[in-house]
């Protein structure tokens, strides 16, 4: 895949939607400028491999691969979606950002006020700290994405007051609990406000990272940024090193790889709209219109999910290729019709994440507490 370098002029008129945007509007400092004061009071160097092996513990198994586009059959026009496991995450204040970390299955969970990160045992639901970004939670802002790349390293994409990032963190599983995470690299001075923030995150496996970048109330100003090789030891890129994907499907909420390499994108419209899209590309497959108010994208074979953080519902589109097969279609909703394998009452869904071809881990929140949904999906 070839990567162009989009020139400053471009970067300078994504920052000038920005600013024109939000109140206040972004700041001008980079990775050259003061760091993030709470995760990297001692930075690790960068990886010293180009892709981190994994570190599989004994017992633990790596995925099997997704199969390929051409050798999957066009999504069944209906599909359902099963309640398998619940765990509660009683101490983690309001959960937001969701990864699977590939060679374990355990999940990594953000706090978008707090700034923590915690890993949640897939089969146990036992929590452990790691560690804290250096975010700020003004408004809808906060600690907002997460991207495992494998048992080692994890991105994160928070605001601050006067920016946005994303940082590339260590993950030191044998150090203290809450000391377990290094700054390791980062691009820094991404456009900020404190509504419609976007920070949806997306590690492809070729190593490329892209960051879902908010429209802060003007529905025509979110962006993706592209950055390759994002795995490689020396990743420290300036925002103009990256590519814009310009699109107009609003604050972009979550992003998704599919199995014929394609980037999918769900955007937080006009009047909390959600569009359902092709990165890069000004046509749209679908939109929800009603204050739908999307919350995150996932893609398990020939189908696209995303969630509602509004009203609680998922919604499943089929898909053959990039085409769609039917109308899409709410497969589980826990505000008004919860499936009684729910022990919790919940309003919303956030911060969906796929494994292999049928298995969807998803946030769901509400009065009475967030917890951790494991779901089954055809």
Not at 24 to 52: C, Q
Not at 266 to 291: F, K, N, P, Q, Y
Request: with cysteine; aromatic share 6%; charged share 20%.
């Amino acid at each position: 895949m070839v990567h162009r370098r989009i020139r400053r002029a471009a970067v300078a008129l994504l920052l000038g939607a920005a600013v024109t945007a939000c109140a206040g509007g972004p700041a001008a400092n980079r990775a050259s400028d003061t760091p993030a004061p709470t995760e990297d009071a001692t930075t690790s160097s960068p990886p010293t491999t180009t892709t981190p092996p994994p570190d599989n513990e004994p017992g633990e198994t790596t995925p099997a691969p997704v199969p390929t586009q051409e050798e999957l059959e066009p999504a069944a026009a209906t599909g359902t979606a099963t309640v398998v496991a619940e765990h509660p995450l009683t101490d983690i204040a309001d959960p937001w950002g969701l990864t699977v970390l590939p060679t374990s299955g355990d999940l990594l969970v953000g706090s978008r006020t707090t700034g923590k990160i915690y890993r949640v045992a897939q089969d146990t639901g036992d929590i452990t700290e790691i560690g804290t970004a250096a975010s700020q939670a003004a408004g809808e802002g906060g600690l907002l994405g997460l991207a495992a790349a494998d048992n080692s390293f994890f991105f994160a994409y928070y605001t601050t007051e006067s920016e946005s990032r994303v940082v590339r963190s260590a993950y030191q599983e044998g150090k203290p609990e809450g000391q377990q995470m290094e700054t390791s690299g980062r691009l820094t001075g991404l456009p900020w406000g404190d509504m419609r923030v976007g920070g949806a995150l997306l590690l492809t496996p070729d190593g490329t990272l892209y960051a879902g970048v908010g429209d802060f109330g003007d529905s025509s100003a979110g962006k993706i940024l592209k950055s390759p090789d994002a795995l490689d030891a020396s990743w420290n890129p300036q925002l103009p090193d990256t590519e814009v994907l310009a699109g107009t499907h609003g604050s972009v909420e979550g992003l998704a790889f599919d199995a014929g390499g394609h980037v999918w994108e769900v955007g937080r419209g006009e009047d909390d709209s959600a569009v359902l899209a092709l990165a890069g590309s000004e046509e749209t497959l679908h939109l929800w219109t009603g204050g739908a108010v999307p919350s995150g994208l996932a893609y398990t074979p020939q189908r696209c999910l995303w969630v509602s953080m509004a009203d609680g519902s998922l919604w499943r589109v089929p898909l053959d290729n990039t085409e769609l097969v039917a109308t899409p279609q709410v497969v589980l909703n826990v505000a008004t019709d919860p499936p009684p394998e729910l022990s919790g009452e919940y309003l919303g869904l956030r911060s969906p994440a796929a494994v292999g071809e049928d298995t969807l881990w998803v946030l769901a929140t509400g009065g009475g507490g967030t917890s951790l949904l494991k779901l089954s999906v055809s």
